[in-house]
């Protein structure tokens, strides 16, 4: 039933949370309660001047009779149908099901969005609890530094005498241990909540470089404009330790080296044309398909229609450069998903290997990831080559030919919630939840 049909209900809603008979509300808007009653049911349409004095009597908006919930929520509730299709919801009803109850189409919505931001939060701190090196770290000392207090607790509470300076000895030594417990205590819960922007001094100097690309944007004008690579990482590195800035002194320099290959003008005006797709751009403009997928990550949000992500791995599979999406979310450390084209691109170097995928804990959003691997060293006479693959992800279909089933795919087996994955590589903490379907 069309939106539009609906103002007859919502009238008819409106009336009777208001304890008004609709002989009563027909009279005192100057038409029969029988033609009230057809619009009441979707029989007749109304507008105008009569639309305006009915929702006065009604103490609303006519705006609010007309449009009802609003095209947000009903695009909220059709989003949770799409996610949980198994669940069999009248998705061509659902325009009807906000027009007579806004109040439980509000509920599902609001409960939808919980949903989603908690399974976030548990992939985010799982993963954060998983690979985290300071946490680790600190627990460990926190248990060292327990027991330490419980065996000296254990000395002095024996039976029989101890000498004034070992006593004495013992008492410091428990102070200094609860001064260092209760130091290790602040330090862990102000790290635990802190809002995951910023990165630890005690941090993998991988997730300083994701931090300090996250905070620019992962562009850089000076590069683009030609400067020298230490000039940019004197500026984006000056809080990094020693080892993330050897690790973004590298990736800068291929930056540089990319945006000399294809600069951003260039490309933008190919992208205009063509849209993002690499494999196109490529061709059009003679250039790497690697180093497109790279720039086309580099470009501004205000160049691209939609953002793109992009990752890469090396041989191991252990993910190196992330620049994630919101609705496509990737581990912070280690592997990520066995069945990205990241992990198959490696299996066969120079062929670009495209997919359609949709993140199993998503919104049902579709994703175009199309990998490619290539050596990264100068090839060795009877040495296999050093490679290194690299993943674009982007909203929207494949070009004509390409697979088209799309594969739910996760972010790495311990937070997601696919059941049956041939893939699988350990159990998940949200077994026993389908795709999409809330976890409590």
């Known amino acids: 039933m069309a939106r539009g049909t609906l103002i007859g209900s919502r009238i008819r809603e409106r009336r009777i ?5 609709q002989a009563d509300l027909a009279r005192a808007a100057g038409i029969s309660a029988s033609y009230l009653n057809l619009i009441e049911h979707n029989r007749r349409r109304i507008g105008g001047k009569l639309l305006v004095d009915i929702a006065a ?3 609303t908006e006519a705006a609010l009779l007309a449009e009802g919930a609003g095209a947000a929520l009903i695009a909220g509730l059709r989003e949770a149908a799409g996610a ?3 669940t069999g919801a009248e998705i061509e009803r659902v325009d009807e099901f906000t027009g007579r109850f806004p109040g439980w189409a509000r509920l599902l919505a609001q409960t939808r969005a919980r949903v989603t931001a908690l399974e976030r939060t548990v992939e985010t701190l799982t993963d954060r609890m998983t690979h985290d090196p300071h946490l680790a770290t600190s627990l460990h000392e926190m248990l060292t530094t327990v027991t330490a207090i419980r065996s000296t607790a254990a000395i002095l509470a024996e039976p029989g005498e101890i000498a004034p300076e070992w006593q004495a000895r013992f008492h410091r030594n428990i102070n200094e241990d609860s001064a260092r417990l ?5 330090a862990l819960v102000a790290y635990l909540e802190s809002d995951g922007e910023a990165v630890s001094e005690t941090g993998s100097p991988q997730e300083e470089v994701q931090a300090a690309w996250d905070a620019v944007g992962h562009h850089v004008p000076a590069l683009e404009e030609g400067a020298e690579t230490d000039a940019a990482l004197a ?3 000056a809080e990094l330790s020693a080892g993330a800035r050897s690790v973004l002194h590298v990736e800068l320099a291929r930056y540089a080296a990319d945006a000399a290959a294809l600069p951003m003008d260039r490309l933008a005006a190919s992208v205009d044309r063509l849209g993002p797709d690499p494999v196109l751009l490529a061709d059009d403009l003679g250039a790497d398909v690697a180093v497109v997928m790279r720039r086309l990550a580099a470009m501004p949000s205000d160049r691209l229609a939609e953002p793109v992500g992009l990752v890469t791995c090396d041989a191991s599979g252990v ?6 999406l919101p609705a496509f979310p990737m581990p912070r450390v280690g592997a990520g998903c066995p069945l990205w084209p ?9 062929v670009v290997v495209s997919d359609l995928v949709r993140p199993a804990a998503g919104d049902g959003t579709l994703f175009c990831a199309e990998a490619l691997a290539l050596p990264i060293a100068t090839p060795l006479r009877d040495r296999d080559p050093v490679l290194q693959a690299q993943m674009l992800i982007r909203p929207g279909p494949l070009q004509t030919g390409a ?4 594969e739910d795919v996760g972010s790495a087996c311990r937070v997601c919630p696919r059941e049956a994955c041939r893939a699988r590589r350990e159990p998940s903490i949200l077994a026993g939840a389908a795709r999409g379907a809330p976890v409590f």
């Open 403 to 406: 697979t088209a089933t799309a």
């Open 235 to 237: 500026e984006m590195g």
């Open 84 to 86: 949980a299709p198994d």
């Open 319 to 324: 993910l190196g450069y992330r620049k994630p």
């Open 57 to 59: 009597l009604l103490d």
């Open 342 to 350: 990241l992990y198959r691109a490696l299996a066969r170097p120079f």
């Open 182 to 186: 209760a130091e290790t205590s602040r």
């Open 17 to 21: 949370a208001q304890g008004m008979r």
